[in-house]
């Protein structure tokens, strides 16, 4: 399996709810490693630019407003196969339908307010690292 890397944001109401050292504690148990990481507060233009991809549906605005309402950290995860092993450590979407011990399952309060964000594509995982991070600020082991 490719040695990858993947962006992880854990949400407003995860950082509201001091859950930041768990829910990285649990990455890091299942074998990620966190290679970037920094904590910031999203302006309203960062958001849009960021979610754009579902600036025409229905919940952008919301999902604006969400993630711009309290501090987030946004951390580059690598490993084997990450992008898809960090969605099965996430779980689904909604905490309601996660399966046990998934971090959505454990910290999720909706789907709305489910904890994180990762990538959902190799392809994806490269643009969304990029948007946060320079490649000095990535630091391998």
Known sequence: M???RTLSILKPDATARNLTGKINAVLEEKGLRIVAQKRLRLSR???EAFYAVHRERSFFGELVEYMVSGPVV???LEGENAVAYHRDIMGATNPANAAPGTIRKLFGESI???A???SDSPENAEKEIRFFFSDIEIVAA
Do not use: K, L, T, Y
Request: a neutral charge.
């Open 45 to 47: 233009r960062q958001a």
């Open 74 to 76: 946004v951390q580059v």
């Open 2 to 4: 490719p040695i990858e």
């Open 112 to 114: 709305e307010r489910n």
């Open 116 to 118: 994180v964000h990762g």
